[in-house]
Each structure stands twice: as structure tokens, then as C-alpha cells.
């Protein structure tokens, strides 16, 4: 069953205003997320990532924030770009083992 | 940073013969790789772990016979699809684990593999 949710397959925001990609998972055993952006027939390429033991993390225009309670983390890219568009995944780990995904949302962002 | 070299990057093979794979960690050593397929619009799904040294572990529903995986030195592993059919075509993607990164996974730009 999937463990990481992203319910949301497709997102459309304007250049230059935020875009908000949303996450949720199921397993209280995961201590560390991350974000990966994707073209297709490429491999993820990674964006950020935040450790349970924080509520956010900032790298630019992106920045994650984790809710553990809710068991929710989000991506917010500020502004967005065109150049910003792409599948994102989300991605959860415990303990080192392998990442679990979700099933990606494909960001639009256009001029 | 951390690169992965994976390839061939597309592969077109007949039904019934055998695909290799590679996956190679270029500038750092990767104690673990992970093997994920990815089918259209469809999550990254595990396919299997391998350990330098010794048998990977394949999750439920992935035939190992089929999908041989050998990780024989700290930067190289490969996937060998064997009897390809049809229904194995899909995108091949393997990660590798950085041995002194608990959390550095380093992804190959992947394998889009056509079984005709």
C-alpha cells in the first residue's frame, strides 16, 4: 500500500506567485523526507530534503515544512518559474532504508 | 557532488533474451543501491536492495530468477532482466547510497527499456 500520498497529480500556477505541493504519509516510522524533481526518462534529480526532527527547511526559493502531527510536509517555491516545471515526488525514508514515493505532481508554472 | 552513471540509457531487445543494466557510483562508494521501475505516470516503485558483498533483497511481488541483481564492488551494481517479455517494459531507475551519508541517495538518470 502506498505509504507516501500525493493527492494532487497536477498543479498550475502563474510565474512569479508561489506554488504549494502537497505530501501526506502513513508511516510514523519515517524520519526523513525529500523532495525530488523529475523529467521524463530522467532520473529524480533532488531539491530538498528536511529530517523529522525539524518543521522546516529553506534553500532558496524552496522551502519544505513538516507537520509530524498531521503527518504532512509541503513544498513552497517562491517565485515560481518556468523553468520550474516538472514531475515532483515526494519521498520518505527510516533509518537509511529505501525511499518510498509518491505518485508525483506535475507543476505547470506559465508565463 | 555525488553523480550516478547508469546505462544504457534505452535499450529495444527481443523477447526472450536477457538485458544488463548498469548502475556506477563515480565519486563516492555506495554500500546500497536501490532498484526502482517506474511505469507511466505511476510512482517510483522499489523493486530491490542490493548490499556490496552479498544477495540483494527483492520486494514481495518482484521475481528475483528474473531480475538478477548483482552489486560485486562498492560503485557498481547491475540489473539483468532475463527471458525479457513485453510486460517488463518500463523505466529502470537505481539509487546508490553514499556509505557515509545515511541519507545521500544519488539517482541514475535511468534505463528506458522496449521488450519487442
Known amino acids: 500500500d502506498q505509504q507516501v500520498k500525493q493527492n494532487s497529480p497536477s498543479l498550475s500556477v502563474q510565474e512569479g506567485r508561489i506554488s504549494i505541493l502537497n505530501c501526506d504519509y502513513t508511516?510514523?516510522?519515517?524520519?526523513?523526507f525529500l523532495w525530488y524533481k523529475k523529467y521524463p526518462a530522467e532520473g529524480p534529480t533532488f531539491l530538498i530534503s528536511?529530517?523529522?526532527?525539524?518543521d522546516k527547511n529553506e534553500d532558496g526559493r524552496f522551502t519544505v515544512f513538516l507537520n509530524k502531527s498531521a503527518k504532512h510536509l509541503s513544498l513552497h517555491i517562491v517565485p515560481s518559474q518556468p523553468g520550474d516545471s516538472a514531475v515532483y515526488f515526494c519521498?520518505?525514508?527510516?533509518?537509511?532504508?529505501?525511499?518510498?514515493f509518491g505518485k508525483g505532481t506535475s507543476l505547470l508554472v506559465t508565463p | 557532488g555525488a553523480v550516478v552513471s547508469q546505462h544504457p540509457s534505452r535499450v529495444i531487445c527481443k523477447s526472450g533474451t536477457s538485458v544488463k543494466i548498469e548502475c556506477r557510483s563515480l565519486?563516492?562508494?555506495?554500500?546500497?543501491m536501490f532498484w526502482y521501475r517506474q511505469f507511466p505516470k505511476q510512482s517510483l516503485m522499489l523493486m530491490a536492495t542490493?548490499?556490496?558483498?552479498?544477495?540483494?533483497?527483492?520486494e514481495q511481488g518482484v521475481e528475483k530468477d528474473k531480475f538478477l541483481i548483482n552489486h560485486a564492488s562498492l560503485t557498481l551494481s547491475t540489473l539483468t532482466v532475463t527471458s525479457a517479455h513485453p510486460e517488463d517494459s518500463s523505466f529502470y531507475i537505481c539509487?546508490?547510497?553514499?556509505?557515509?551519508?545515511?541519507?545521500?541517495?544519488?539517482f541514475g538518470s535511468g534505463t528506458r527499456l522496449t521488450v519487442v
Open positions: 539509487s546508490a547510497r553514499d556509505t557515509d551519508r545515511i541519507y545521500g541517495y544519488t
Open positions: 542490493s548490499n556490496e558483498g552479498s544477495k540483494a533483497t527483492y
Open positions: 508511516n510514523s516510522m519515517f524520519d526523513y
Open positions: 519521498a520518505a525514508s527510516h533509518s537509511g532504508y529505501a525511499l518510498n
Open positions: 565519486d563516492f562508494q555506495a554500500t546500497t
Open positions: 528536511i529530517s523529522s526532527i525539524k
